[in-house]
């Protein structure tokens, strides 16, 4: 069997013939059966960019957050969801980010947002908060990532403190300072 990227699909290879299945969270469904291993790649890649194509073409950031967070609710995982809910509702609806198109995010835009990102009672919010609401960010990417909606994760380099405003810098003592 051929190792692909988790997400991706398998190709494997059986009787002499190169079968071609879609990814786990698509059900594993047989692509059919394909001569050579170079085929069979060829025909997942393709069917996974139609996939992604039409199901998700010109939905928003936050649009395929509802749906993936809808998903994490029905796969179980309730009380941790309808909190990442209650969050992505508190933190990326309503903002440019969440309005953007899913494919169209870049990494700019999300230090951007991070930038942006205020609190209802006051300017700034704790390093800790524009943490959580970015790793929310991060995890949802990821999936649009592994569903082969985007090729990137854009949210994967950036940092709480980076650039963002967030925090203080921290003040280091020279060696001098130091007495040393």
Same mark, same amino acid.
């Given at each position: 069997m051929t190792r692909r990227r988790w997400g991706t699909g398998t190709v494997s290879e059986e009787r002499g013939k190169w079968? @071609?299945?879609? @990814?786990?969270?698509?059900? !594993?469904?047989?692509?059919?059966?394909? *001569?050579?291993?170079?085929?069979?790649?060829?025909? /997942?890649?393709?069917t996974l960019e139609e996939l992604a194509r039409s199901e998700?073409?010109? +939905? #928003? =950031?936050?649009?395929?957050a509802q749906l993936w967070l809808k998903d994490r609710i029905a796969a179980g995982a309730h009380s941790e969801a309808r909190d990442d809910q209650r969050r992505w509702e508190l933190r990326v609806s309503g903002t440019p980010l969440g309005a953007m198109p899913l494919?169209? +995010?870049?990494?700019? *835009? +999300?230090?951007?947002? =991070?930038?942006?990102?205020?609190?209802? !009672?006051?300017? #700034? /919010?704790?390093?800790? #908060?524009? !943490?959580?609401?970015?790793? =929310? /960010? !991060?995890?949802?990417?990821?999936?649009?990532?592994?569903a082969c909606l985007i090729p990137t994760n854009p949210a994967a380099r950036v940092q709480v403190g980076e650039r963002d405003g967030g925090g203080r810098e921290r003040e280091w003592l020279t060696p001098v300072e130091l007495g040393e």
């Open positions: 079968i @071609p299945r879609l @990814p786990r969270s698509l059900g !594993r469904i047989r692509l059919g059966s394909c *001569d050579t291993e170079e085929e069979a790649k060829a025909l /997942l890649a393709a998700y073409e010109g +939905v #928003t =950031l936050d649009q395929y494919e169209h +995010v870049a990494e700019r *835009d +999300v230090r951007a947002w =991070l930038r942006d990102m205020r609190g209802k !009672r006051s300017d #700034t /919010l704790a390093p800790r #908060t524009k !943490r959580n609401a970015l790793s =929310l /960010l !991060r995890s949802c990417l990821e999936a649009a990532c592994a």
